[in-house]
Antibody, heavy 120, light 109 residues
Framework: EVQLVESGGGLVQPGGSLRLSCAAS????????MSWVRQAPGKGLEWVSV???????YYADSVKGRFTISRDNSKNTLYLQMNSLRAEDTAVYYC??????????????WGKGTTVTVSS | EIVMTQSPATLSVSPGERATLSCRAS??????LAWYQQKPGQAPRLLIY???TRATGIPARFSGSGSGTEFTLTISSLQSEDFAVYYC???????????FGPGTKVDIK
């Protein structure tokens, strides 16, 4: 079964750091594009970051310079290192698969999400 | 930067009725448009990609149309499980960046 399971969320103080993990099963992370999307409480979806199969990475302006996306091919796991956290980073963070072999780019498999709360 | 808008913000529909949701891009995105459904406390679910292709397992009552800047998601006969928030999402070609619309909430009339 194709599945994504996020972990690593929690309560952190402003200025702190957190690393989110997303364990994949049923497919190979490194053969796909993988993305992080977040949703602040009561708000809509916001794209955060993507890593290409070739390793290139891209970020939303709101997190550029503070967040780093990466993957461990041996563990088939995606990561999001979040530094210099702000209150506005409070959200549910989802990881998602972006299949790229259709000529279109969309997110077809999503994890259930992990909650990050930035507060003192 | 491409900005996505959706209308209406809320759509009240009776079960069995047709629902038509709109999504507009600030500049052409060709057919690079996807639709998602999200229920409270759940992750989004892919419905449509490439503006009009239903994702695996999505019922035929969901259909997508449009290209360029104007897109529509139609639910032909609303079922109880269809009451949810619907998001459109565009993607640029290179580098691949994603933008979501603000969402349309479909609730029971």
């Amino acid at each position: 079964e194709v599945q994504l399971v996020e972990s690593g969320g929690g309560l952190v103080q402003p200025g702190g750091s957190l690393r989110l993990s997303c364990a994949a099963s049923g497919f190979t992370v490194s053969s796909n594009y993988m993305s992080w999307v977040r949703q602040a409480p009561g708000k809509g979806l916001e794209w955060v970051s993507v890593i290409y199969s070739g390793g290139s990475t891209y970020y939303a302006d709101s997190v550029k310079g503070r967040f780093t996306i990466s993957r461990d091919n041996s563990k088939n796991t995606l990561y999001l290192q979040m530094n210099s956290l702000r209150a506005e980073d409070t959200a549910v963070y989802y990881c998602a698969r972006v299949p790229f072999n259709t000529g279109y780019y969309y997110m077809d498999v999503w994890g259930k999400g992990t909650t990050v709360t930035v507060s003192s | 930067e491409i900005v996505m808008t959706q209308s209406p913000a809320t759509l009240s529909v009776s079960p069995g009725e047709r629902a038509t949701l709109s999504c507009r891009a600030s500049q052409s995105v060709s057919s690079n448009l996807a639709w998602y459904q999200q229920k409270p406390g759940q992750a989004p679910r892919l419905l449509i990609y490439g503006a009009s292709t239903r994702a695996t397992g999505i019922p035929a009552r969901f259909s997508g149309s449009g290209s360029g800047t104007e897109f529509t998601l139609t639910i032909s006969s609303l079922q109880s499980e269809d009451f949810a928030v619907y998001y459109c999402q565009q993607y640029n070609n290179w580098p691949v960046l994603f933008t979501f619309g603000p969402g349309t909430k479909v609730d029971i009339k």
